[in-house]
């Protein structure tokens, strides 16, 4: 099996003003220890995303976007392109996020112009996916999450996409405390990683990352990671305080 470093990230949503923000980077970076043998990354606000780079300078915590957009600049009043985040300091970015895609029009199509441009300016994509209740109950779990693989991944040459991360959150798990079982996540993640050999290469999806994210916390984080193809976690609410993330982020 490949040698995957085990990634958790949080993602702030719309939480937490700049002074908040700050406050609370350096509180993380007080509590997660220097030589974390785990990638950590948390993703706040658009507007706190410089100065939480700045307080966590010398940390081993990277700074992401929740989202942005796939044009480089231009007549397009509201949107981040790849680089001004890039100018922030940060190394990630979330693409296509379920809130995105339920909320703001975000579709299979627009996921793939931002990873494009994201991996063209070389921030470290995290692709969400993930099916719905119904699609779930409809037996449609695996038609959904193939298709946003594929197109998600169309067009882009396999050799661009060794940094993309993934991240399987079924939506009726987000923000809602039922996880996915262990046996349906073991499930989803070991198909994931062959529509990503059978999209691509197989050693690009061994060396893949993927993460589960959908009411993480301390409490199960331990189990998750235990299963074969899970590499991480993207966590939302347990992201925000600083006892609970940095007890997902110290699961061993
Ligand atoms: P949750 O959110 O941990 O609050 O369920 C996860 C996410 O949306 O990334």
New binding site residues.
């Given amino acids: 099996m490949a040698n995957r470093t085990p990634f958790i990230a949080g993602?702030w949503k719309l939480h937490k003003d700049c002074a908040d923000s700050i406050t609370f980077a350096e509180e993380l970076k007080r509590a997660i220890p220097q030589d974390i043998d785990v990638d950590v990354m948390v993703a706040p606000t658009f507007t706190a995303l410089h100065p939480v780079c700045e307080a966590l300078k010398g940390s081993p915590i990277a700074v992401g976007a929740q989202d942005m957009f796939w044009e480089a600049q231009g007549a397009w009043t509201g949107e981040i392109s790849a680089d001004m985040i890039r100018s922030c300091g940060c190394t990630h970015v979330i693409i296509g996020?379920?809130?995105r895609r339920q909320f703001f029009g975000e579709t299979d199509e627009t996921v793939n112009a931002k990873l494009k441009a994201a991996l063209a300016a070389g921030l470290v994509p995290i692709v969400c996916i993930g099916e719905t209740d119904a699609e779930r109950k409809a037996g449609k779990t695996f038609d959904v999450l193939g298709t946003q693989v594929t197109k998600g991944l169309n067009g882009i040459d396999p050799e661009t996409l060794a940094p993309v991360i993934l991240a399987y959150?079924p939506v009726w798990?987000?923000?809602t405390g039922n996880t996915a079982t262990p046996e349906m996540v073991q499930e989803v993640h070991a198909f994931l990683r062959k529509s990503v050999a059978d999209t691509t290469h197989k050693e690009l999806a061994n060396a893949m990352r993927i993460l589960y994210?959908?009411?993480?916390k301390s409490g199960n984080i331990a189990e998750l990671m235990g299963l074969n193809d899970v590499d991480g976690a993207?966590?939302?609410?347990?992201s925000l305080e600083t006892e609970s993330f940095s007890g997902i982020v110290r699961y061993k």
């Fill in positions: 993602n996020h379920s809130e959150e798990a987000i923000g994210g959908g009411s993480v993207l966590v939302g609410g347990a």
